[in-house]
T-cell receptor
Framework: QQQVKQSPQSLIVQKGGIPIINCAYENTAFDYFPWYQQFPGKGPALLIAIRPDVSEKKEGRFTISFNKSAKQFSLHIMDSQPGDSATYFCAASHEKEAGTALIFGKGTTLSVSS | DTGVSQDPRHKITKRGQNVTFRCDPISEHNRLYWYRQTLGQGPEFLTYFQNEAQLEKSRLLSDRFSAERPKGSFSTLEIQRTEQGDSAMYLC?????????????FGEGSRLTVL
């Protein structure tokens, strides 16, 4: 049972474009929704995260939009750069419950062309 | 923070051999996680420790897999009688027990190839 569904699988944008990656979750107990960025040969690195008490969070060029009623959240990358080319994973967990691990989506491979 | 460190970074072994991976978490983090990642997939949860106690194990963790975290510091993940299907990147992550426990910091992983 896949609890976090991510789309699209891959994405190609031109430099300066705004790629959008979407995730949907099933478990209404989830209360923590991070995005991770992974470069080839490296471990995932936390990019930005949101909790359900807000509908949007911005950090630099990265924005998460969160829709609790639809059980969906998305990542927007403003003014994308070639250095943003990486695989992006959404994830979810029930943070307040000790021991609940992050459940990851299958990832989106982003290519930003110059 | 010196970050999460994993060793070895790469391991090639023959089917049927045993392998062991080590993870050193960020020093003040009392939670430690093991994940497995195969090509084109997201990390899949294997097991979790809070201090030295192993609190959760995934169904993915067959009897051939065992993890330990003696004294609540570093952790080891052992795979016995390796199979070709065990070939994957094994990722370790750590987090704080309080504050923002959900923020996982990952190491660079240990890549296992079983021939």
């Amino acid at each position: 049972q896949q609890q976090v569904k991510q789309s699209p699988q891959s994405l190609i944008v031109q430099k300066g474009g705004i790629p959008i990656i979407n995730c949907a979750y099933e478990n209404t107990a989830f209360d923590y929704f991070p995005w991770y960025q992974q470069f080839p040969g490296k471990g995932p690195a936390l990019l930005i995260a949101i909790r359900p008490d807000v509908s949007e969070k911005k950090e630099g060029r990265f924005t998460i939009s969160f829709n609790k009623s639809a059980k969906q959240f998305s990542l927007h990358i403003m003014d994308s750069q070639p250095g943003d080319s990486a695989t992006y994973f959404c994830a979810a967990s029930h943070e307040k419950e000790a021991g609940t691990a992050l459940i990851f989506g299958k990832g989106t491979t982003l290519s930003v062309s110059s | 923070d010196t970050g999460v460190s994993q060793d070895p970074r790469h391991k090639i072994t023959k089917r049927g051999q045993n392998v062991t991976f080590r993870c050193d978490p960020i020093s003040e983090h009392n939670r430690l996680y093991w994940y497995r990642q195969t090509l084109g997939q997201g990390p899949e949860f294997l097991t979790y420790f809070q201090n030295e106690a192993q609190l959760e194990k995934s169904r993915l963790l067959s009897d051939r897999f065992s993890a330990e975290r003696p004294k609540g510091s570093f952790s080891t993940l052992e795979i016995q009688r390796t199979e070709q299907g065990d070939s994957a990147m094994y990722l370790c992550a750590s987090s704080r027990g309080t504050g923002r426990p959900g923020e996982l910091f990952f190491g660079e992983g240990s890549r296992l190839t079983v021939l």
